[in-house]
């Protein structure tokens, strides 16, 4: 079973930086698209960045010129670097991984949180 752990999270002043990294344990299965969602207190989970296998990439409009989410495919690590970061990205952030193009896998979640 593939399991994901995320690192990076923290308290970062406004418009500061973090960089969070989110490993997959090895699988025989290939590991499709990776992402990074994010939920904030009393609201749902939200689809922050994405990338496929092949390093084609999505982002929510709310972080576009502000996060890049990049992957390694031999280390099976996907990365999220955000920039500029403002206090409405404080979230739980959570890594997850389409494997096998079927199973969904999650990470447990790093805490961000942007002070003003």
């Known amino acids: 079973q593939v399991q994901l752990v995320e690192s990076g999270g923290g308290l970062v002043q406004a418009g500061g930086s973090l960089r969070l990294s989110c490993t997959a344990s090895?699988?025989?299965?290939?590991?499709?698209?990776m992402d990074w969602y994010r939920q904030a207190p009393g609201k749902q989970r939200e689809l922050v960045a994405g990338i496929t296998i092949g390093g084609s990439t999505d982002y929510a409009d709310s972080v576009k010129g502000r996060f890049t989410i990049s992957r390694d495919n031999a280390e099976n690590t996907v990365y999220l670097q955000m920039n500029s970061l403002k206090p409405e990205d404080t979230a739980v952030y959570y890594c997850?991984?389409?494997?096998?193009?079927?199973?969904?896998?999650w990470g447990k979640g790093t805490l961000v949180t942007v002070s003003s």
């Open positions: 997850h991984a389409l494997v096998a193009s079927a199973i969904d896998r």
């Open positions: 090895r699988t025989h299965f290939g590991i499709n698209a």
